[in-house]
């Protein structure tokens, strides 16, 4: 929360991400937000969207890149480099 009270415009886009997800990810899929922190870095905070998946390798990779393609890319610019999505592997 403290993460987001920081970067307050991340909130709409978060808002916004599930149904982007689900086209390429599925109907509800699991997702859990992480803030990843380099301790050798100054001011390197950065959120996580990691999407937990079954799927093989190569075709998560590749709707993640869909997902990049499609949406996300064109939202760099209101990220404020804090935001990515992952992929993670159940």
Known sequence: MRFLRAYLALIDLLL????H?????GP???VALEV???PEANDSAELFA??????PVEEALERLDQLDEGWFLA????TAGRFNFNVEFV
Do not use: W
Request: glycine share 4%; charged share 25%; proline share 8%.
């Open 16 to 19: 916004e991400a599930p149904l």
């Open 75 to 78: 939202q760099l610019g209101r």
């Open 36 to 38: 990843v922190v380099d």
């Open 28 to 30: 509800d899929p699991h």
């Open 21 to 25: 997800v689900e086209r390429y990810f």
């Open 50 to 55: 990691n999407i937990y998946t079954s799927l």
